[in-house]
């Protein structure tokens, strides 16, 4: 990471990413031994700007810069993988020959990470109101009022921490089969945990909101009244809020429970590197297998995709970082097991191909299968009339807690904001009830879907070293029928 000045921040990086492009090619070029079938170079660079507030006060200020580049080289004994942030020719020529000495202490089951497609694309995120344009005095100003709206909007005593995050970030990815693809990304990233007191007892909220795109994005999303939104929602629970008692009952889940959901027993345990055993070690297994195709997992209300193409979504992009097109993938298909997330790697070994779910978290890091925006297709219902199946049942309108096995299978939400539905209406509010329950019992117990959408931001960890991605996950309310609450 190298600091740099808010006046001389927009030269320095313009340098750094016309030297960065040439270093990619000088990579490329550097692969020419003969046992090499496949390589590639990755040029990176991004301008970031980060900020913290701690109830409503400014305790960090860090704009940044980081960029690189990294070399992937495929032979028959196996595959190698080498970075550097030096673009000099002398530390190019190094990490070829450190990724090719890699390669060759392979075992020999090296897969072949060509696609038999040639790319030639250039594609630019665009910022309605741009980063630049904002000053650093700007940017804390509007944050500081999100602040001010959620200590203003209650009496009860409030502990608030906010972060925000701008990264713009130009990536350069070229191969030896004449791929050659230019993408100019930008992304925020806010985040905050917002906590209120009431004598001994405190609830809290914490949400991540994301964008790809410009200054524009906070009122896109509507932050201010959002976070409004859920402040009032845990000072209701924290004032009125009454015991659950153990009890089977039909569930409305909101957008926000359903999200998680897609996310945590859909969208991960269909990784197909996480399938093979690859991710055992650091993230853990997963319930499906290779052979799960077709297999029910809920019922015909039940399909999840995971989509990279959804604009100004946290998780968007237009091609991968191995050069592969993006598009849709559709992994539960009318509650039955369908489509895994595939890189190149995972491609050639399921014999499926990349499906552009190869994604890293910086140049130094090899791309590995991950998710970009994971939501629930919507159905025909409107809110009211969901509520209105319902006799005896529970709303879960958020999440505080989740927690979930290394399979993806049993899993655990404790609301953050619910409320009793009795005869179709909200009643009574309660605090914290908790659905347990396996992927298979929550999706197949769906027998309604909303047609309101919503999404929520979310920062996805997976590898060693850890690679935090950004993500959007979301989708209608469902009923789920006969389900047990503790």
């Known amino acids: 990471m190298e600091k740099f000045t ?4 927009l030269e320095r990086m313009n340098e750094k990413l016309e030297e960065g ?8 070029s550097l692969c020419s031994s003969s046992e090499i079938r496949y390589a590639s170079a990755t040029y990176r660079g991004s301008r970031e700007f980060w900020m913290s507030l701690r109830n409503g006060a400014p305790v960090m200020l860090s704009p940044q810069i980081e960029y690189g580049v990294s070399v992937r080289v495929c032979t028959d004994r196996g595959i190698g993988f080498a970075s550097t942030n030096s673009l000099e020719r002398s530390m190019l020529k190094r990490i070829v020959a450190s990724a090719i000495s890699m390669a060759r202490a392979g075992n020999g089951d090296a897969p072949d990470l060509r696609s038999g497609t040639v790319e030639n694309a250039t594609w630019v995120v665009e910022q309605k109101r741009k980063m630049d344009d904002t000053s650093v005095e700007e940017k804390i100003r509007k944050i500081q009022e999100i602040d001010s709206a959620a200590r203003d909007c209650t009496e009860l005593r409030s502990f608030r921490n906010v972060s925000f995050g701008e990264v713009q970030t130009l990536k350069y990815f070229v191969d030896t089969e004449g791929t050659k693809v230019l993408g100019r990304d930008a992304k925020f990233d806010l985040y905050y945990m917002i906590m209120l007191q009431s004598g001994a007892s405190a609830e809290q909220v914490s949400r ?9 994005g906070l009122e896109q999303l509507d932050v201010l009244a959002k976070t409004v939104e859920y402040v009032k929602g845990i000072e209701g629970m924290l004032l009125n809020g009454k015991s659950f008692k153990s009890e089977r009952l039909d569930v409305l889940c909101g957008s926000e429970v359903t999200g998680i959901a897609c996310h945590e027993s859909c969208g991960h345990p269909m990784e197909a590197d996480r399938i093979m055993g690859r991710e055992a070690a650091q993230a853990g297994k997963s319930f499906v297998q290779l052979n ?8 015909e209300l039940v399909t999840i995709v995971d989509d990279p193409q959804l604009p100004n979504s946290f998780g968007y992009y237009a091609y991968d ?4 097109r993006a598009r849709r993938r559709t992994l539960y298909n009318r509650g039955r097991i369908d489509e895994f997330l595939q890189n190149r790697e995972s491609g050639y070994r399921t014999g499926m191909g990349s499906n552009g779910a190869g994604r890293a978290s910086s140049y130094s890091l090899e ?5 970009a925006n994971t939501f629930l297709l919507p159905g025909d219902y409107t809110e009211e009339e969901l509520l209105s199946e319902v006799n005896h049942g529970l709303l879960i309108k958020g999440f505080n807690e989740w927690n979930i096995d290394d ?5 655990k939400y404790v609301g953050r904001e619910a409320y009793m539905i009795e005869n179709g209406e909200i009643s009574t509010p309660v605090r914290a009830p908790v659905l347990e329950i396996t992927t298979p019992g929550f999706w197949s117990s769906v027998v309604a879907v909303g047609k309101k959408m919503e999404f929520f931001g979310g920062s996805c960890g997976k590898g060693d070293p850890m690679q935090g991605m950004e993500v ?14 503790k």
């Open 21 to 28: 492009t040439g270093a990619a090619e000088q990579l490329l």
């Open 367 to 371: 791309p590995l299968v991950r998710m």
């Open 292 to 299: 799960s195709r077709g297999q029910p997992v809920g019922s």
């Open 208 to 216: 991540t909101f994301g964008y790809t795109g410009g200054e524009e």
């Open 407 to 411: 399979r993806r299978y049993n899993q």
């Open 321 to 324: 970082d191995e050069g592969v």
């Open 472 to 485: 959007d996950m979301g989708g209608p309310m469902i009923l789920l029928r006969n389900v047990l609450i």
């Open 6 to 9: 808010q006046e001389g921040k």
